[in-house]
C-alpha cells in the first residue's frame, strides 16, 4: 500500500475515501487509457488478498456505478482475465494487475457483452422465470447442468 501512494501510477490510484482501507482489502480507481472507448472514464476495483497472497492471486472485481461493458468483464464486476487465475504469477502484483485490466479495455473496440454470457444469461432467465421451482445449475468448463427436484438433469453443451 506504501509502495502504491510514494510511486503513483498514471491512471491508477488507492481510493482511501471508500468504506475498505483495509490491509486485506482495497478499491482502486482506475482511469480508461486516453483515445479509447473507455477513454476519461474512471472504474473501481475491489482487491482482496487472502492469507496465500502473493502465491495465490488476488479477488479482483470491478465494484461501483461504472462497470465497464466490455466482453472480459461481467455485469456484476468478475473480470475474465488469465493473470487473475490460471497465469498467476507470484510476481505480479496491484499495479501491473491494474495495467494488464486497463491494456483489456483499450484493446476493445466496442462497448459489447460478450456473446456466450449473454446467451448463458437468457438461458437461465427462461429458465427460472417458467420454472414452478427453482432448478439447481452446475457449472463446468464444457457444460451446464440443470436439475429440478426428481428429475435427470439435462446437459447443455457451451
Known sequence: MGRMLAEPSPGISLNMCGEISTLSEWIIDIEGAPETIYGGEI?????????NYPMVPPQ?????????VNPHVYSNGHICL?????EWCPML???????????MLSSCKEKVVSAGYAAMSNLLLTIFTSASTFPV???SADSLIFSLPG????????
Request: hydrophobic share 45%; proline share 13%; net charge positive.
Open 43 to 51: 472504474f473501481q476495483l475491489n482487491f482482496k488478498f487472502g492469507p
Open 60 to 68: 479482483v472485481v470491478f465494484v461501483g456505478p461504472n462497470i465497464p
Open 82 to 86: 488469465s493473470i487473475l487465475n490460471f
Open 93 to 103: 502484483n496491484v499495479r501491473t494487475i491494474c495495467l494488464s485490466i486497463i491494456s
Open 137 to 139: 445449475v452446475h457449472i
Open 151 to 158: 428429475s435427470f438433469p439435462p446437459h447443455y453443451p457451451l
